[in-house]
């Protein structure tokens, strides 16, 4: 079992910042993929961006060169730096983890709570 837990959500105005952080805890894979998602009301969930275990990265068109995702594998630990953020922004955001270059089942795909980041006009 992994536990993941975010952390740094919050209340900011359009085009400031905020930092995200999610701490992974438990039977962690070596070979892993962390990322984040976001979840507006009434939407979809989508990908905003992830990280390989190797450092490989991706993000959606929606954050490129305004997002960065970052991770420090001694703490297991994922950020997503948020940078000139817009109101569109605004979602609950999920961090995920699952195994990497393996195909893998829905219990090793696991999702954090979520953490709420609203962005005002």
């Known amino acids: 079992q992994v536990q993941l837990v975010e952390s740094g959500g919050g209340l900011v105005q359009a085009g400031g910042s905020l930092r995200l952080s999610c701490a992974a805890s438990g039977s962690i894979f070596s070979l892993n993929v962390m990322g984040w998602y976001r979840q507006a009301p009434g939407q979809q969930r989508e990908l905003v961006a992830f990280i390989t275990s190797g450092g490989s990265t991706n993000y959606a068109a929606s954050v490129k060169g305004r997002f960065t995702i970052s991770r420090d594998n001694a703490k297991n630990t994922v950020y997503l730096q948020m940078n000139s953020l817009k109101p569109e922004d605004t979602a609950v955001y999920y961090c995920?983890?699952?195994?990497?270059?393996?195909?893998?089942?829905?219990?090793?795909?696991?999702w954090g709570k979520g953490t709420l980041v609203t962005v005002s006009s």
């Open positions: 995920n983890l699952h195994p990497y270059l393996r195909s893998y089942s829905a219990h090793e795909n696991y």
